[in-house]
């Protein structure tokens, strides 16, 4: 049963919203990996449609989690991103807590 007197002791309270979302999970993981990523390979990558992702990383940008850099690769524009060091840290605080809850661990 919940508790209904605010968030509870429970891991997944500390779950955090911005990354939970599936493909933005997805777009954390891939970019924990590397230092940067080109869109097209991500959204390649992760599977969804260039909107889906767009929509998605602006999201993740304006909480701070994702940089976008965008320039030009001869006369084609490229967009590139890379997570913050916020990013990694709310990544690496979620994993860690998604670790908690899969142990079985209470909190």
């Given at each position: 049963?919940?508790?209904t007197?605010?968030?509870g002791s429970?891991p997944?309270?500390?779950?955090d ?17 590397t ?9 390649d ?9 767009s929509?998605h990383v ?8 994702v940089r976008?850099e965008?320039a ?12 913050t060091?916020?990013?990694?840290r709310a ?6 807590v998604l ?7 209470p909190?």
């Amino acid at each position: 049963m919940e508790s209904t007197t605010g968030a509870g002791s429970h891991p997944r309270h500390e779950l955090d919203d911005v990354i939970h979302a599936p493909v933005r999970l997805s777009v954390m993981a891939a970019l924990a990996v590397t230092d940067r990523a080109e869109f097209r390979f991500l959204r390649d990558t992760i599977e969804v449609s260039d909107s889906l992702l767009s929509k998605h990383v602006i999201t993740l940008e304006e909480a701070g989690y994702v940089r976008v850099e965008k320039a030009f690769v001869g006369k084609r524009p490229r967009t590139w991103l890379a997570l913050t060091d916020e990013g990694r840290r709310a990544f690496h605080d979620y994993v860690s807590v998604l670790r908690r809850l899969t142990d079985g661990s209470p909190s």
